[in-house]
């Protein structure tokens, strides 16, 4: 039932293709965010850096935990200052909700302690943010993931949806996600894709150099200079050092696909056609009408976390209007 069919998104004129409407905003969009840092220690005695953004709306007065919460997860090698993410905390500060962005192990600014880093299947760092959160007394929490953070957020609440999900996560959207890795990689891997991939690679190699003396000798001695691909570079650090052993597993295991039968809250997929991260299988069309509590709506343009509308760069775009309108949706409904 819930794939929506009827999306209204349309680009403006000057940004024609997937390419220009996933460049264009990371490069131009601006969205100032002032946030309030804190640092919380993970059980593993490492560190994650969060950042608060209070509601600027005229709603109940008090501190935190007196307005609804969202938690919200950037991209792969982002941070909580991505346009992206900034231009989502603009618009739901704007209407009543507090928002907590924090940002993954080694991407805040300041290198994490340990001799690992984040993954695109962290949930345990997700669930010691969400912990945090309750601890501040928030009891009507909402997640927001984009892209390798969709991921993360749609995994996490599938497994916790078999688990037992904290009663106070109500619901989620997330934006231009990967919900299949092993394919995306290989799109990735296409001619017209290969900068992403390229820049991806040159962040996490830089990452590994600095990190190095911390590292395991398998993961010291592997030559960089011989990975092409992001797909490479999993198979060599991510997933051994993560503990998956080869990418084929570390893709299988964090897939967010075989999940999202388990949600048990109303949450919002939006991933656009002609997003060039994103293979066919990150649009699961035939699933999305079996689903019940997974809105899934697939514009034909967007890019990937573009979705930038005629009103200009800077104002608010079509993924924080939807996701404004489904978490303030009494019921879940797909406009």
Not at 240 to 252: A, D, I, T
Not at 293 to 312: A, D, S
Request: charge should be neutral; glycine fraction near 8%; proline fraction near 6%.
């Amino acid at each position: 039932m819930p794939l929506i069919t009827n999306a209204s998104y349309s680009p403006p004129a000057y940004l024609w293709n997937g390419h220009l409407q996933t460049i264009i905003p990371s490069v131009f969009r601006k969205i100032p965010v002032a946030y309030r840092r804190e640092r919380i220690t993970t059980p593993d005695d490492d560190f994650l850096d969060v950042d608060w953004c209070l509601s600027s709306a005229a709603t109940p007065a008090g501190g935190l935990g007196q307005r609804p919460l969202v938690i919200l997860s950037h991209g792969l090698e982002g941070d909580s200052t991505r346009q992206y993410l900034a231009g989502m905390v603009r618009q739901l500060t704007a209407h009543g909700f507090d928002c907590l962005a924090w940002n993954y192990r080694s991407c805040s600014g300041e290198m994490n302690k340990l001799a690992r880093f984040y993954h695109i299947g962290e949930t345990d760092d997700l669930e010691a943010v969400v912990q945090y959160a309750l601890g501040k007394g928030y009891a009507e929490i909402s997640l927001v993931g984009f892209s390798a953070g969709g991921n993360i957020s749609l995994k996490y609440l599938g497994e916790r949806g078999e688990q037992g999900l904290h009663p106070a996560i109500k619901k989620a959207v997330a934006v231009s996600v990967p919900l299949d890795l092993m394919t995306t990689a290989d799109r990735l891997e296409a001619w017209d894709s290969m900068l992403y991939n390229i820049r991806f690679q040159n962040t996490l190699k830089e990452k590994i150099r600095v990190k190095s003396p911390l590292l395991p000798e398998a993961i010291r001695t592997v030559d960089m200079s011989r990975i092409r691909s992001l797909r490479e570079f999993d198979d060599l650090i991510t997933a051994p050092l993560h503990g998956f052993g080869n990418v084929e597993n570390y893709y299988r295991v964090n897939s967010s696909l075989p999940f999202l039968s388990k949600i048990t809250v109303p949450t919002l997929v939006l991933n656009a056609r002609n997003d060039p991260f994103l293979s066919r299988q990150c649009l699961p069309d035939a699933l999305a009408k079996e689903l019940s509590l997974v809105w899934m709506e697939f514009p034909k343009q967007g890019g990937h976390c573009g979705f930038t509308t005629k009103k200009g760069l800077q104002a608010p775009n079509y993924a924080e209007e939807r996701a404004l309108a489904f978490l303030t949706a009494i019921q879940p409904s797909p406009l």
